[in-house]
């Protein structure tokens, strides 16, 4: 297998050439950080989007969903307190004429002091019989060194941004010693904010007072409409809106792929609750979000909490659950504990109430808010890197179609009811009247999943190809259909084919891919 940045490159290949993304404008040379869905790709990413809104909004009757628009009332974002405070801390080197986020230079300079301490660990596990780790930790004096000097540089980090102290945080990039990783020099220019939002112009006439942005998040759509939605579906406290839809950022670090990108998708859902019970349902949801992934059947391991050490301006508790990204571990989902930070500031600028009436207790109050917040282009890559097989056959594998000693193939092990396509129709050869019959079967089953036909080359060829799409089963029609009407049924991951009446496929696919099966272990 190879390593893990090989790998990386691999997996960005394949998505091209096996049509799940393209760049944009790739005939112009590309538009930085922003990706195109292909044929496959938009398929794969609907099916994730579903699988996510059926969870919270079909299984949840207190969760609802509205789609709200990408322009809103510019005052929208002075009350959410982006145009002030959705900013980024920016560094140039001088030298390489990159420009870096502050933070992720520390953040990643604190990553590789936590390495060496895993080192240490997996050093010492190595020498020891029965190796307490915890007692390791805690006890080592070259790992207590290291752990002091990350709480000293967290610490510090922490003060510099609550305080808004720019020039604290280049010297906390100067005493690191931190170094370009382009030009390999420690000539910064000074720290700068950056506000991330895009502004465009409402309106015919170029005046400041048409400024309009492209939001930032989806969060704020479901906020002004939180009235709305209460009354008119009846809503009782606690209760969710959900949302799913495009938000814009103008990064300034856009690198890794699909990982962070200018224009992308945003699954959240909002949960209005009672003050004062908000960090019960905070822990609630962590546990709900987890336990969604892991349904999956990406391993536990691949996923860990990580709580917030520098608070966004609106919350009062946050974490994320990252995700092990063949780059290593990043945020892909974050679970905030906004207060009534939002709806509060809503009331304040648009003088209009956003006041909920609780009938157990007779009293108005603004809700409280927890948020579930995930990256749908994110969980598109956890989910195709980690599907993502290069498969080697030591030996001859006679249902393998055509594998043979030494030859590879790559294999997407999609969860069956994502994959794109769920199933691959071939006629052995293309004569004979087999491409008739396997028509027929197509035609029928086309109704119930998304499937493919195709007759040209060989069937090994053609299996290979549904293997690289994560096709989780295909079905081959060859002379004996003709004779007692079975097809063989062909499994993705296994290889294995097995024998079923025609008028067994479609009961038994659907069955294989139905989604039903992952929603009832959440
Ligand atoms: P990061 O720290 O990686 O910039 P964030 O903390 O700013 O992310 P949130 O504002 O919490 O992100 O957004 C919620 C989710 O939206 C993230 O967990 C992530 O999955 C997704 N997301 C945010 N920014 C991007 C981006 N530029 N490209 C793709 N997905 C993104």
Redesign the pocket.
């Known amino acids: 297998m190879a390593n893990s940045e090989d790998l990386f490159k691999n997996i960005i290949s394949h998505a091209k050439e096996y049509g799940f993304i393209f760049q944009s404008s790739e005939i112009y040379d590309g538009l930085s950080a922003v990706y195109d869905y292909g044929q496959n790709g938009s398929l794969l990413k609907n099916n994730i989007r579903e699988y996510w809104w059926k969870a919270m909004v079909q299984l949840n009757e207190n969760i609802t969903g509205i789609d709200a628009a990408i322009f809103m009332h510019p005052t929208t974002w002075k009350a959410s307190g982006h145009v002030d405070a959705f900013n980024d801390p920016l560094i140039d080197n001088r030298d390489s004429k990159k420009r870096y986020r502050a933070d992720v230079l520390i953040e990643e300079h604190v990553a590789k002091i936590e390495a060496k301490i895993e080192k240490e660990v997996e050093k010492a596990a190595k020498r020891f019989e029965n190796f307490d780790a915890v007692l390791y930790r805690t006890t080592n004096p070259r790992v207590a060194e290291y752990q002091k000097k990350i709480d000293e540089i967290n610490l510090r980090f922490k003060t510099a941004l609550e305080t808004g102290d720019l020039a604290e945080v280049k010297q906390i990039i100067v005493d690191c010693e931190i170094v370009d990783p382009v030009s390999g020099t420690r000539n910064w220019t000074d720290v700068r904010q950056f506000n991330l939002m895009f502004s465009t112009q409402m309106g015919s006439v170029t005046e400041d007072a048409n400024v309009i942005y492209l939001r930032p998040?989806t969060a704020q759509g479901i906020f002004v409409n939180f009235l709305n939605v209460q009354k008119t579906g009846r809503m009782k406290i606690p209760f969710g809106i959900a949302q799913t839809g495009k938000a814009f950022?103008n990064?300034i670090v856009a690198r890794q792929f699909i990982?962070?990108?200018?224009e992308?998708e945003?699954m959240e859902m909002q949960y209005f609750v009672k003050p004062g019970t908000e960090m019960e349902w905070y822990n609630r949801w962590k546990e709900k979000r987890m336990n969604w992934h892991r349904t999956l059947g990406i391993p536990a391991e691949k996923y860990r909490f990580h709580d917030h050490l520098k608070l966004a301006h609106y919350a009062n508790a946050a974490c994320?659950i990252e995700f092990e990204f063949p780059f290593g571990f990043k945020?892909?989902?974050?679970i905030h504990s906004r207060t009534d930070f939002d709806l509060k500031n809503h009331e304040k600028f648009s003088g209009k109430k956003l006041q909920y009436f609780d009938t157990d207790d007779n009293q108005n109050y603004i809700p409280y808010v927890v948020e579930t917040?995930?990256?749908l282009?994110?969980m598109f890559l956890a989910v195709l890197s980690h599907s993502y097989k290069e498969e080697k056959f030591a030996s001859a594998n006679p249902s393998s179609g055509g594998l043979s000693d030494g030859s590879k193939r790559v294999v997407l092990q999609i969860p069956p009811f994502l994959a794109p396509i769920k199933v691959g129709v071939f006629p052995l050869v293309a004569k004979d009247g087999l491409p008739e019959k396997a028509h027929e079967i197509f035609n029928t089953l086309r109704y119930e999943q998304q499937c493919f036909y195709e007759e040209k080359d060989t069937i090994g060829r053609r299996y290979r190809r549904q293997d690289a799409i994560g096709t989780p089963y295909c079905i081959t029609i060859d002379h004996q259909t003709l004779q007692d009407n079975t097809v063989t049924l062909r499994d993705r991951d296994t290889m294995q084919q097995e024998r079923i009446n025609v008028s067994e496929v479609s009961r038994v696919v659907n069955e294989k891919v139905d989604v039903r099966q992952w929603l009832k272990r959440l």
Do not use: A, K, T, V
Not at 259 to 262: E, G, L, P, V
């Open positions: 998040e950022r990064e990982f962070r990108m200018r992308f945003q994320d945020e892909l989902e974050g917040s995930i990256g282009d994110r």
